[in-house]
């Protein structure tokens, strides 16, 4: 009997530490999905609407009771004396509605900074600050850096999202900014994707600016007539207004320390964006030109044909010595060269090298049709570059860390490009057709 009573006891307090666990873990998952600002800032995100080397904006979002915000900013210092030299401005403030969301999102655009240059802030107002943050603002004439480029994201953002672009960070910490090419969420005016897109990316986003491409995601309606580009996207991100007037923030370019970086809106006014890109091409001081936009120039994946945006800017790309132009949309991992239209031979000299990455975790199979060099289906990846005067290094890994795809484009005397392999042929392609393995 008494041993049936310490039995009993047992199973209660088994049952009690079960419970307490169990509610603990839930808790835990309920306070970080929660979606809803708060007094305290959130979301804080570096973006750039200007120089990059005398500028960088800041945006991040309280609650609606939170109408007057402000940023601190210092230089950067090894003692934390830095606080005493810090300069506050006002945030412009905006709120957002959508359903039962509300949220005012406050943004600050530091300017007059000195280039290569490291900088601290922080967001907030009365009691209510974030953390102080480092930036680092970019030399104002060529000198090598690192950026980084991910794929669409979409889906799972902070389940499985979430260690693609951890580890990209882990990899690379001193990636100057991140490209993100388009569906960065799977629904454009879902707070909880958002939220967990922001989750997901956490502090690196208050330190290493962000450089959206819009998806076709990104939009409200989908494809129809009257669609239009999420007020998220306003909102959250403080951009450049320096493409097409009727493509505020969502067509822009930057000159980063010998490179041209070109961000075309590839979901609307295709034919108004091309003489704009042209003139970018043509007048561009810089040794380098990277491009980023969402749909595919061609296609990776079956049942996809962009002709407008491959007839209209593949053209100006050949004709105007575009280095590389990064892509998402067909969630699968694809690198070529150019294809002359001509005969059809892959042109590594005159011809940008065409990248389509994916670094979420919807995927599609390969097109069977093959014109790239380096495919994989069924991955996580992310791309690490590396410019370095008259070589850019070019590094995708999977989400496992393995070195998937690298090559160099180096540039000649002539300005013609010398395109270099180096991917270790010893890794299988991950793709899983027989009829997939030769382009
Ligand atoms: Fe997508």
């Not at 200007?50 to 915000?69: F, Y």
């Not at 401005?89 to 280039?115: G, P, R």
């Not at 690196?204 to 999420?230: A, T, W």
């Not at 370019?253 to 295709?270: H, M, P, T, V, W």
């Amino acid at each position: 009997m008494k041993l049936n009573v310490q039995k009993f006891i047992a199973c209660i307090v088994l049952v009690l530490l079960i419970n307490l666990t169990t509610t603990i873990a839930a808790d835990w998952t309920q306070a970080a999905q929660n979606p809803f600002p708060s007094k305290i800032p959130d979301h804080v995100i570096l973006t750039w609407s200007n120089n990059p080397t005398t500028s960088q904006s800041v945006t991040w979002r309280t609650d609606t009771t939170v109408n007057e915000s402000w940023a601190e900013i210092a230089e950067s210092d090894d003692s934390p004396d830095f606080t005493s030299n810090a300069k506050r401005l006002n945030a412009l403030t905006q709120s957002l509605s959508i359903d039962e969301y509300s949220a005012n999102y406050h943004s600050v655009t530091f300017s007059d900074l000195k280039s290569k240059s490291l900088y601290v802030y922080r967001v907030g107002s009365e009691n209510n600050w974030s953390e102080w943050f480092q930036f680092r603002t970019a030399n104002d004439k060529p000198e090598p850096f690192t950026f980084t480029f991910l794929g669409d994201g979409q889906n799972a953002l902070l389940s499985l999202w979430s260690r693609v672009i951890r580890a990209a960070y882990s990899r690379a910490p001193e990636t100057r900014f991140i490209i993100h090419g388009g569906d960065l969420v799977a629904q454009a005016d879902n707070y909880d994707q958002w939220n967990e897109w922001f989750l997901a990316a956490g502090w690196i986003n208050g330190m290493i600016p962000i450089v959206p491409v819009p998806g076709n995601h990104g939009y409200y309606h989908g494809h129809g007539k009257d669609r239009y580009l999420n007020k998220f996207w306003f909102a959250q991100f403080t951009l450049p207004e320096n493409g097409i007037s009727s493509l505020p923030e969502s067509n822009y370019y930057f000159d980063y320390q010998g490179a041209r970086f070109i961000i075309l809106n590839s979901n609307e006014k295709i034919e108004e964006q091309t003489n704009w890109l042209k003139s970018n091409l043509v007048n561009n001081p810089n040794r380098w030109t990277i491009i980023a936009f969402h749909h595919t120039i061609y296609s990776a994946t079956n049942n996809r044909d962009h002709k407008e945006i491959r007839n209209r800017w593949k053209p100006i790309f050949d004709n105007n010595h575009a280095d590389l132009i990064l892509m998402g949309h067909d969630h699968t991992y694809a690198r070529g060269h150019n294809i002359d239209p001509k005969n059809g031979i892959k042109d590594p000299e005159t011809g940008p090298v065409y990248v389509v990455s994916v670094s979420g975790p919807k995927l599609y199979d390969i097109n069977k049709d093959r014109w790239m060099d380096r495919a994989a289906e069924n991955t996580q990846l992310y791309q690490i570059i590396h410019i370095d005067n008259d070589v850019l290094n070019y590094k995708s890994y999977t989400a496992t860390g393995q070195l998937y795809d690298e090559f160099d484009i180096r540039k000649n005397e002539s300005g013609l490009n010398i395109f270099i392999d180096k991917h270790n042929k010893n890794i299988p392609e991950r793709t899983f057709k027989n009829t997939l393995n030769k382009p």
